[in-house]
Each structure stands twice: as structure tokens, then as C-alpha cells.
């Protein structure tokens, strides 16, 4: 064996992927060879680090500077084994960051996101480079969604604000609103033009110009649209660039996580926890948007990131209670009134009603052998309909008789589950691939009051997304409340993996 594949073979350990692509091909070069492809690769590798602060990157990571010297100064057949193989971990290093996310394991962060990145194999990727031109791999690299393209053009408009100045003076205000003129109304002005959200002009007046700014950022920050800049208003107008900055490169790193190969699916649900609401998306264009009511801010009631698989809904649903609301609330008033909660039927394990007519003062909350289900009809806490996509979390979506609360601006009610305010027009998009007359087969089966299991006859992907920052096809970007502060957490691994905000030009 000679020295540089002795040295490949032994700088390698247990990077079993890597090694597999080497031992294939006989420890041939890739990157250290004298012929045009590796100079290729090569150089295709170099140049590409140059756009990792584009993509939010750590850009300290990639040290082109340190590689490019290291190539310049192998010579011996052991120091070029180790540079082949410093190449190739640099390179699997940088192809998982743009590809799939820079931090690991986002579940370390906050226990709440159940999200396992999309990792390629590391000789996979290894052979895509030798069988297509380096620049088209690295290129691929990139999440194809429009979403992630307009996010990195919003990162460079936001570092470019800032470096010039940013968004100018804050408004100084607990109030403004149509009619009124003076300094603060000045400043709400100037604000609005560098954020791009009004002409510039010279007025001094709140007219309607003004109030229709307003209105559009009201409508971008999930904000009740009144074109009033009351405290909430001027407080995300207040907010400074930087902070909006942050929120763009988290939710490019959380458009990395679900990089999945074939895509989230022709026909997908998406639901933004933080925007408060549900869609469907077919071919990548949004054809049902509905409000939405999330899990508390409470930690155990806060609802969990994740992707799976919709296959069926249920209509006239049985609701089981909670095994923690059965003995933390049921169960006392059981144990001194076996008639207590009579809206609610007990359930022995074989699924039969059980009689009240014994009592339930002998159980404690551990020994209480039973369930409890609250029947179908216009109280049932699960309202009509719910829809589900099975899971090991007990997450699904669902109709409620609480409708007040899709008038609340922010919408954190539940105990964890998706509260849906039209849940029936939802039922009727996701049945109209599969019945002629969706409204009529729906509406049939809830008149008749029965418990009734309708299948999709195509499973629908399901992706819980949370996203402080996101892109419409046109117009602003669109950012919304940390309201589980996840956010914040992944800006602080972020920045522990060397991320940073590129506010100002390097020399």
C-alpha cells in the first residue's frame, strides 16, 4: 500500500460512509489528483465557500484560505492522503449545513421540535461529485423551494439596510392614528418609507396614505387590521432589523430541515403554529387557508413541530379524555358523586360503557382502571370533525364549539391539538379529490349523527411548521411572535456553531 492511501485509509476511523466510497474505487483521488477533474473539484469547493454567508452559514467553518495553503504545500504521498480526506470531510461538512441545517440534533434545542434532518449519505454525495460537474452539485446543494430563495434575497435587503443606517429613528408613542400630525407622526412616517411600507413625501398628517401603510404591515405581522398604530402596532414597527435579521436566518435554517428528498409532497397541509393557521397547498399553490387555534404557551401544552402523513378524518368523533384530566379533574368528583361529568361516558379497556351505579372512592389516580369519552354531538370538545394523521404525540386537527377565540389576535388555547375555524370547507377540499359532491357526502354523513371513519384515498403529507419569518409570493416579508421562544434557542446554537449577523463589509 502506498503512503498516501495508507494515510487515506487511516485518517478515515470509523467515518464508515466516506470510507465506503474510498475503499470503492480503491482509494483514488478525487481532490489531489493531477487531472483536470480534480482541479475541478478543487476549485469548485474553494469558491463555493465564498456564499456561505449568503445562506446564514458559518463562514469561520470554511477555512478556504487555510485549505488552499495545505494544497499548496503537499508534497509527499502521506501529507496528500490527508489532504484527500480533509477535502472530503469539509466538503460532507459543508453539503450537510447548506443542505439539511447546520445544527445537529434540533431537538437538543427545544424538546418540542421532532424533527430529524434530512441527511444524505456521505458517499452518495461523494459520487454525485464524481459523476456530475462539481459546480452543479454544489449548486444542487440548495433547497429548491421558492421560499428558501426569496428568504436569502430578504437576509441581503435586510444586511443592506443595515449598513446603511437601518430603519431610521423609533416611533415614540403609545398611540397614533388618522387625523393627527405633528413629530411623532413624522417619525411613524420616516419608519414606514425606510421599511419600504410608504411613498416618501413631506407630510406631517396621518391621512389615508399613511393609514393604508398601516393596514399592509398590520396585515404582514399577524396584527388585527384597523390601520390604528396602537401599542402593538408601533411595537413591531419599533423592532430593529437586526432582530427581523435574526428571524430570516432561523427560518432558513428551519427551510434546511425540511430539505426532503422528493419534496413535502404534490398535495400538502401546512400549518405555521406561529402564524395561527392551517392550508392546504396543491402543486405549490396555496387553494385553502382557514385560522387556527395552537397549544398553550404552557410548557406541557405547547404543540410540537413535526411532519406525517394524513390518512383519515372522522366525523361526529368521540372526544377521550385525557388521562390527566381524567384523574387531576374527573375522578375527585367521581369519588364523591358517581353521577358527576354525566356528559361523559366511562370506558372499561374492552371499550363497553360501565355503570355509574357503583362507587369510585376506592380508586386513587394511579389504580383508576378506566377511560372517558364524551359523545358526539354540538358539545363535543372536538366539535364536528377531526382529522387525523396518526402519531406517537396524540396530534391532530379538529373542529371546536369554542369559536370565540379565532377573533383573538394570538391564538394559544389549546392543550396541544389544532383547533380549526372552518373545518367543514377543509373537510371539502380534502374530499374533493374522491367525490363528486364533497358538500352533499359530508354533510350526509354528519346529519346522521354516527361516528364514521372516512379514509382519504390519497394520504395527504402533514408538515407543523414554525416559522417567525416568512415569504408571500409578493410583497413584504412576514414575521410573527416567538410565542414558545424556540426562535430565540436556535439563534443561540446557531450562533455557537459560529453563525453570525454580516451587518458590515469585511475588508
Known amino acids: 500500500m502506498t503512503a498516501y492511501k495508507q494515510a487515506v485509509a487511516e485518517s478515515l476511523g470509523d467515518e464508515e460512509g466516506i470510507a465506503a466510497f474510498y475503499r470503492a ?68 461538512s459543508f453539503a450537510n449545513d447548506l443542505q439539511s441545517g447546520i445544527i445537529d440534533n434540533p431537538g437538543r434545542v427545544d424538546s418540542q421540535i421532532k424533527r430529524t434532518l434530512p441527511r444524505r449519505a456521505p458517499e452518495d454525495l461523494l459520487t454525485q461529485l464524481i459523476e456530475q460537474r462539481p459546480e452543479a452539485v454544489l449548486r444542487n446543494l440548495v433547497p429548491p423551494t421558492a421560499e428558501y430563495s426569496r428568504l436569502m434575497r430578504a437576509k441581503l435587503e435586510l444586511e443592506r439596510k443595515i449598513r446603511h443606517g437601518g430603519w431610521g429613528a423609533t416611533v415614540s408613542a403609545s398611540k397614533l392614528e388618522p387625523g ?31 393609514e393604508a401603510a398601516v393596514r399592509q404591515f398590520q396585515d404582514d405581522h399577524g396584527l388585527n387590521i384597523d390601520g390604528v398604530a396602537g401599542s402593538s402596532t408601533l411595537r413591531e414597527i419599533n423592532v430593529a432589523p437586526e432582530d427581523r435579521l435574526k428571524s430570516v436566518i432561523v427560518a432558513m435554517e428551519r427551510e434546511r430541515w425540511l430539505n426532503i428528498e422528493g419534496g413535502r409532497g404534490k398535495r400538502h397541509i401546512l400549518v405555521n403554529l406561529v402564524d395561527f393557521h ?89 389504580s383508576f382502571p378506566y377511560s372517558m369519552r364524551q359523545r358526539p354531538g354540538p358539545r363535543n370538545a372536538l366539535g364536528t370533525v377531526k382529522f387525523m394523521f396518526p402519531n406517537k404525540y396524540n396530534i391532530y386537527l379538529h373542529d371546536t364549539p369554542s369559536q370565540s377565540l379565532f377573533a383573538r389576535e394570538v391564538r394559544t388555547f389549546s392543550h396541544g391539538c389544532i383547533r380549526l ?87
Request: a negative charge.
Open 180 to 210: 393627527q400630525s405633528g413629530d411623532r407622526v413624522v417619525a411613524l412616517r420616516n419608519r414606514l418609507v425606510s421599511m419600504d411600507y410608504l411613498a416618501p413625501s413631506l407630510t406631517t398628517t396621518y391621512d389615508s396614505a399613511m
Open 421 to 507: 375555524d372552518d373545518p367543514h370547507d377543509f373537510a371539502y377540499a380534502l374530499l374533493a379529490p374522491q367525490t363528486a359532491d364533497p358538500v352533499n357526502y359530508f354533510q350526509s354523513i354528519l346529519r346522521s349523527g354516527q361516528n364514521t371513519k372516512v379514509n382519504l384515498e390519497q394520504n395527504v403529507p402533514v408538515h407543523l411548521i414554525y416559522r417567525t419569518a416568512f415569504t408571500p409570493a409578493k410583497g413584504h416579508v412576514n414575521y410573527r411572535h416567538d410565542i414558545y421562544n424556540r426562535d430565540a434557542r436556535i439563534w443561540e446554537a446557531l450562533q455557537a456553531e459560529g453563525v453570525s449577523l454580516m451587518t458590515h463589509w469585511e475588508s
Open 278 to 366: 392551517a392550508q392546504i397547498i396543491d402543486d405549490d399553490k396555496l387553494t385553502f387557508e382557514t385560522r387556527s387555534v395552537i397549544g398553550h404557551q404552557d410548557h406541557d401544552r405547547r404543540t410540537p413541530e413535526f411532519s406525517d402523513v394524513m390518512t383519515h378524518m372522522v366525523i361526529n368523533p368521540y372526544w377521550y379524555v385525557p388521562r390527566s384530566i381524567i384523574v387531576g379533574e374527573y375522578l375527585p368528583l367521581l369519588r364523591s358523586n358517581p353521577g358527576a361529568a354525566g356528559h361523559l361516558d366511562i370506558i372499561d379497556s374492552r371499550g363497553r360503557v360501565v355503570s355509574r351505579g357503583q362507587s369510585f372512592a376506592r380508586f386513587s389516580s394511579s
Open 25 to 92: 474505487r480503491g482509494f483514488e483521488p478525487i481532490w489531489t489528483g493531477d487531472d483536470a477533474a480534480s482541479t475541478d473539484r478543487r476549485r469548485a469547493l474553494i469558491e463555493s465557500f465564498g456564499l456561505a454567508d449568503v445562506h446564514g452559514l458559518p463562514t469561520a467553518k470554511y477555512d478556504a484560505r487555510a485549505l488552499m495553503n495545505k494544497m499548496a504545500a503537499a508534497r509527499t504521498g502521506r501529507e496528500r492522503g490527508l489532504l484527500e480526506v480533509e477535502l472530503s470531510r469539509t466538503f460532507i
